[in-house]
Every structure is written in structure tokens, then in C-alpha cells.
């Protein structure tokens, strides 16, 4: 900013004779949007690509180095062929009890479809799909000392684990934000998240995490970026009524009106609601049933349309804090192992209604 | 959610669409927009390669698109094609272009009829992306650098090498 | 493809365009035209009997799948579509299709629907009335069905996968000429009544889905809505309310140009690659139930000859 403005200085002056003087305007600066910084220990995740001018031979030998060392990305056009399967975490034998911190998963939201129970009741459902979640690294609470630190009771007692969710090409990738990965037997992944666990729910890094990770009928939180609507008035905002369209009004159809006294309080309180951008913050909705779980493609139905987001959007799931829908029997500790038992790819919570069953029929009392 | 037209059957585009439309400035409104795009539909059958503001050029690619694989999917016999080509060609002779000369030269595609560049832009002057569109097969030359003699290119040359020898270190493995 | 076939072809198309039946044919020949694939690309044989057809038990989709299951077409808005989503959506669809007979049926087709109601004395109720609507799509496609009963007219909103449903009987299988009928709302009540104890017309096996082109009488203004702007053709008498004032406000909100907007046409349907994807991934289960509802129809038709002396 400095180095231009002298720059600027020094061309006025070189140019004084002529009359012409040419500001660059590159950037719209005159808008407000907020936006992402960075902080400065970020890393940069994704290369400036260039067309290489690579022969075919060699471009296709570059994608198989690719391959032999990572692995292929379990996911394709958005269809999730296999999860990985990495090399097999030890199962430290620990017993759940209820002040344990479970970790996370790193979830798509795939879109919304209704369900039905048992009693005829219609529940609107949103579909979550877990992507080929592998662990990347466990930080012990010794040695995690985040920087901005998270407001989670007890920190100094919790450790860390970062996951990562649906692989992708490591050519597309800085070397910087590979190197993550190194130590961790799994290939670059395009999601990061990180989920403060008590140390005893310690994971092995590569250990898968699906869906079975939580169960039907549990009740999770789920974290996400809600939809970005841009600078917008007050009525969408807020929902305020507006004015009337006619009756001799005029200029005010979608307008606050006031928004503050007079005399000793004259001024505009703060936390007035006015106009201004709306969405793409971070919102948590809490304690949603999970009523149905697929363990082919790794989806969960939650409850309620109201997961934070676009379709398509990342969100993280956790396990509730509210204390009511707290987990009160054992959870997969510390998270799923092994194979399922199961005949069918669903798992429906038992007060669902199951479309492989008849229709449903109230009985005469 | 609502339903999906299904009174209306098309192929599928070959390009990325976007998912709304862009309004191009117009006084005249819909109609006006159109207007403009048949414009440039028109340009385009007529001259095979023209340059234009990027948003005008990708709002009628895809009209273009559909018109030349609506005429390769009916034919000039169907009345319902004849009459968009009628309508989207405001020289009556590149009707007669679109059916005999286009349609026989797509016939067998599998990409796209056109093809879309993004151009430089003007500096100082009209500060708009610039592109160029143009039907595939055309008489011109073409826009891209060849890069068909890139293998002597350093990196090339290079990464032949590992690949031989990576096939060398492989072909014990694949001999067992 | 030389042109003479591609005539041919064209020629044909309307008169395969609804058939209704559906078959696993060997006879290619035959069904040329609905293979649009294959007739695109003019592998086609050329539909004369004289030549023996290709044996292919490759499965033939119908063109008119899309007017029979619309439904089984996603929303076409491209942000809120996900292939996984859709696939689980038709899964279930499937699953409850092979729970209940759903069957073809049409907006102007007059339906009686029996659902379980916790409300009503038997515990089930049953609706009889003339589909008026039909939208959404996926688990949440429904329907609307009206009547007049004790002059009071009643509609109630269905949806085709709601597991309380019990069984869905289409008494009059037909169209009308527009594709929806909410204007018989504010028709005479004679259009809209149906005899509750209606019996089902049977249709002609494999007889196209007959056009009714009855057109309904308007009462008076006040309408519910500007019927006057949306180029009814199943109203008879919209001229006689209407005064100059109307006539011209109608036509000034005409889009004239709009059937020329293909890309708005694209981005409200679904391309025909992707129908294909998606009713060949569904056509087994769908074929297998129709047959079966074949089969069930002639056994339910077929009356046992009374003993005599």
C-alpha cells in the first residue's frame, strides 16, 4: 500500500510538466465484502497452474506417479467408489465414559429429501455424506498449543486431531501443504478440520472414520458456513415488514424506518439492526437426530432443514453438548472399527418408517 | 422442489452452462436481450471467428450450441427446427448454411461446436473481459501456439528419462 | 444416416410416440424410433418386416417414461443437484413402488385414493376426485385431487410416496389439453363433480391415453386468477367476461419470444443423455412392476362363469 502510494508520489512528480496523469485502478477497492485474511502462518494450499506444455506420454506417467504413491481419489464426478483402507489402527482398549470427548467427521451436504415415521408423521430430512474421512495427525495436550485457541472447557487437558476429508490430485498442490500429510500414511487431502478430543479418544493417523461413527437415533451438532446472500436490506435481512407499496407512500417500501430516540439516548445503539451483509459466517445447529444412516455411500439423514450452508457445502459433525441429548450409552469409542454385520446397506432408526415395508395402518382401539 | 420440464427434449450441451442466465443490458428487456444474441448467433454461422465482450459471447454460445444440435438432431424437414433457425439466423441464407454446410461437418462430433478464447483486454479503454468465439472446422488459422515439437522442451526431456527408468525398476515386478 | 431414413423415421415418431405399452423387445424393428439413441445414430435397421431383426435383449427405455414418472426426474436447478442424493432418492422411490401399485396416471385423469386417517371411523379414508396438479418432484412429487361434494367443493393434496396411502385406483385414465386445471375452480360445479362410488372405465390394452378436449363453462368474474393471461385451451366461454381493459393487459404481459429461448428451455429440463441414465438404472424394477400390475388387472377383469343348472 505504502510502496504505491510513493510510487504514485513519484510519478506526479516525474510527469509535472505534462498534464496527464495516469492512476491504475486495478481492484475494486469501494466495496465492503468482507473478506477471508488469512492469518500469516497459513499455508498456501493450491499451485498456480500452468500449462506445462507436457507431451502425453509424460503427462499420463506424471498422474501414475501420482497414483502409485497416494493411492486413487476415492472420489469420482461426486460418486464415492471405495474408501481407502489404510493400514490398521490399534485398538487401544479404552471404556466409554460419559465426560469423553468423541472426535469429529468432515461431512458434504448432499440435499434434503422428507421421511416418514412409523406414526404417519412427515419429517423433512437433510442428507450428509461423509467423504473418505482419514485422520492425518494426533497432537497430544502437551504439546497443543494453538494460537488462536479454541473455546472448548478444559483445553490444556484436551489433545487435537486433524482430519481430512476426499483426496485429490497432490500435483495440484504446494509442496508446503503436502507435507502435512508426510508422516501420516494417507494422500493430500482437499479438507482439513481439526476436533479437540480428550486424550484417551486418541486415533492412529490413517485410520478411516465413516459414518458408522455415530449411530442411528444419536444426536449431533453440525458446524457450517451458512449461505452467502451478499449486502442485503433489512426486509430479507431481518425480516422487518417494510412499508406499504401505495397509500401515499413513498421511497420507503423496504426501508427501517427509525432506528433510534431522541434526547439523552441519541444516537444509534449499537446492535441496531440495519442493513449490511448477510451470511458466510460460521453457525453451529445443535442437537439434530441422526434418523438413518447408509453405510454404501457413507450418508446420514439428520433431522430439519436447517444445516447451515449451500447444498454441496462442507460441514463438520460433533457429538451434541447439549446435556439432555447427550450420548448415554456407549458410543463407537474411539471411533468404528472393523467390519459391519449387516445384510442391508440402510440403517433406520427404529421409529422411521422403512419403505421396504407396507403402507402404514392405524389400528382401531 | 419443483418438477422438470418434460414437454421439452434436448442433447445434452457439450459446454459448461451456467446455472442462471446473465441479464445483458438492454432497454428493450427479454425481448431486447435476445435480439442481441441472435445478433451474435448470426455473426457467428456467418463469419465463423468473431471477437466480442465475453458475457455476450458465452450468453450465445450455448444458443448457438442448441441450434446447430437441434438442426443435427431434426433435420431441415421439421418444422419446429426450421422455425428457430428462422428466427435465430437473421440472414435468410445462413438457414441454408446451417443445414447443409454445419450440420453435415458436426454430424459426427463428440466435443462441442464451438470453441471460446478468453481475449486480452484494452488498457486504458473499455475495461470489459474480451473473448473470441469461433465455430470448430473453420478456415482459419488456429489461435493456439502449436506445441506439437514440445518434446525437446527441458522438462520434457527430463521427465522422458525417469519415466524410462521407472519403467526399467518396474519391469522385474511385472516379469513375477 | 441418409436423408430418406431420417424422414422415414420422423414419420413414424408420432405414431410410437405414446405407446403405452412397455416390453423387453427382441423386435427392434419395431420400437426404432423410440430407441432414440440408436435411430440418432442411424443404426437403426430399416423398418420393414421382410428384414430380420438383430437379437438384443438389451433393454428398451420408452419415450413416453418421462410423461409416465416424471418424478423420477430431478430438478433440473443445477445447485441444489448431487448425483448421490438423487440415486438414493430413486432407491427409495423404487422401494415403495414395490410396496404399492402407483399407477400411470395423468393431470385431468379422475383418481380415487384410499389413505390411512387416525381421524376417520374406519381408520381409512377414500377420496375420489379429478387430478388437477401434479408437481415437485423425487419423494416429494404430489398431487392434487378435486370434487364437489354436497356442493362444496373439496381438493386434497396428495403426495405419491407418502407411506399412508393405501392404494391409488385410477378410475378414468385421460388428459385434457392443458397441464394444469386449477381453473376449473372457478368452473361451473358440474365439471368437477365425480360419483363417489364411480366405477373404473378400463382402457384398452396398449390404446393410447386418450385427449378429453371437453372444454369447461367459466362462472362470472371475480376469477381466482387472470385465467385470461395464461392461453387456456380447455375453457369455453373466457371472452364473454372479458372487456377491452382485460384483453389488452393480457396482451401486454405475453412473452411472445420465449419459445425461442432454448437455453431457458435447457435449464428448466433435463437433457436426453441424462433421462436415459436415469431410466435405465430404474427401468428393471418399473418394467417388472408394470407387468405385474398386467397380470394383477386381467386376474381382477377375468369373471368366473356362473354353474348353470
Known sequence: ???????????????????????????????????????????????????????????????????????????????????????????????????????????????????????????????????????????????????????????????????????????????????????????????????????????????????????????????????????????????????????????????????????????????????????????????????????????????????????????????????????????????????????????????VHDFKNGSITYENE | MNQADVTKLMSQLRIAVRPNKRNLKNADGPEGRLLKLRKTVTALVKHERIELFYNRADEARGYAELLISNAIRHGDRHKATMELADYWLLEKQLVHKLFRVLVPRYENYSVSYTRMYKAPRDYPGIYYRQSVLELRGNPYPSLLTDHSQNRSLLHNVLLDEARKEFRRQKLPELVI | MNLSTRVMLNRLAPQCAYKRIVTFSTKTAEHAVENQEESKKGVAPAPTPSSPAPVTRKPIIPANYRFVYPEFLPDPKVEWRNPIREKLERLDMLERRKQIDLPEFYVGSVLAVTSSDPHAAGKTSRFVGICINRDRCGLRARFVLRNVIDHQGMEVVYELYDPTIQKVEVLRLEKRLDDSLFYLRDALPEYSTFDENMEAEPLEEGASVPVNDIKVVLRPRPWLERWERQNLRGVANIDEYLKDKHRLSAAKVQKPWEKYDMMKDYRSSIPEEEQTEIFAEVHTDLHTLELQRKRNKRKRTFVKPKQLA
Open chain 1, 1 to 351: 500500500m505504502m510502496r504505491s502510494v510513493i510510487h504514485q508520489l513519484l510519478g506526479l512528480r516525474l510527469s509535472g510538466g505534462c498534464g496527464v496523469t495516469l492512476t491504475q485502478v486495478r481492484d475494486k477497492g469501494h466495496l465492503s465484502r468482507p473478506r477471508l485474511r488469512n492469518p500469516q502462518w497459513f499455508l498456501r494450499k493450491e499451485v498456480t497452474r500452468y500449462d506445462d506444455h507436457l507431451t502425453t506420454e509424460n503427462k499420463q506417467f506424471v498422474n501414475e506417479l501420482g497414483g502409485v504413491n497416494f493411492g486413487v481419489p476415492a472420489i469420482k464426478k461426486d460418486v464415492q467408489e471405495n474408501l481407502i483402507k489404510t493400514k490398521d489402527a490399534a485398538t487401544n482398549e479404552v471404556t466409554w465414559t460419559p465426560g469423553l470427548r468423541r472426535c469429529g467427521l468432515i461431512a458434504r451436504k448432499i440435499g434434503q429429501y422428507p421421511l416418514w415415521l412409523k406414526n404417519g408423521e412427515r419429517i423433512r430430512t437433510t442428507l450428509l455424506q461423509i467423504a473418505d474421512n482419514h485422520v492425518i495427525k494426533y497432537i497430544p495436550p502437551e504439546e497443543y498449543l494453538p494460537a488462536q485457541p479454541p473455546k472448548v472447557h478444559n483445553l490444556k487437558k484436551r489433545g487435537c486431531i486433524l482430519v481430512g476429508s476426499e483426496s485429490t490430485n497432490p500435483a495440484l498442490l504446494t509442496k508446503e501443504y503436502t507435507g502435512i500429510f508426510r508422516d501420516s500414511g494417507v494422500g493430500p487431502k482437499k479438507n482439513l478440520a481439526r476436533f479437540i478430543v480428550s486424550p484417551e479418544a486418541e486415533l492412529v493417523p490413517g485410520t478411516p472414520l465413516n459414518v458408522n461413527h455415530f449411530g442411528v437415533g444419536d444426536f449431533v451438532d453440525v458446524r457450517g458456513k451458512t449461505v452467502d446472500h451478499g449486502f442485503q436490506g433489512v426486509v430479507k435481512r431481518h425480516g422487518f415488514k417494510g412499508m406499504p407499496a401505495s397509500h401515499g407512500v413513498t421511497k420507503t417500501h423496504r426501508r427501517a424506518g427509525n432506528i433510534g430516540g431522541g434526547g439523552e439516548k441519541g444516537r444509534v445503539w449499537p446492535g441496531t439492526k440495519m442493513p449490511g451483509h448477510m451470511g458466510n459466517r460460521w453457525r453451529i445447529i445443535k442437537g439434530l437426530r441422526v434418523w438413518r444412516i447408509n453405510t454404501k455411500y457413507n450418508v446420514m439423514w439428520v433431522q430439519g432443514s436447517s444445516v447451515p450452508g449451500p447444498t454441496g457445502g462442507l460441514v463438520y459433525i460433533y457429538d451434541t453438548i447439549l446435556p439432555l441429548r447427550k450420548n448415554k450409552e456407549a458410543p463407537p469409542f474411539p471411533t468404528f472399527f472393523g467390519e459391519l454385520q449387516q445384510t442391508s446397506d440402510d440403517v433406520w432408526y427404529e421409529k
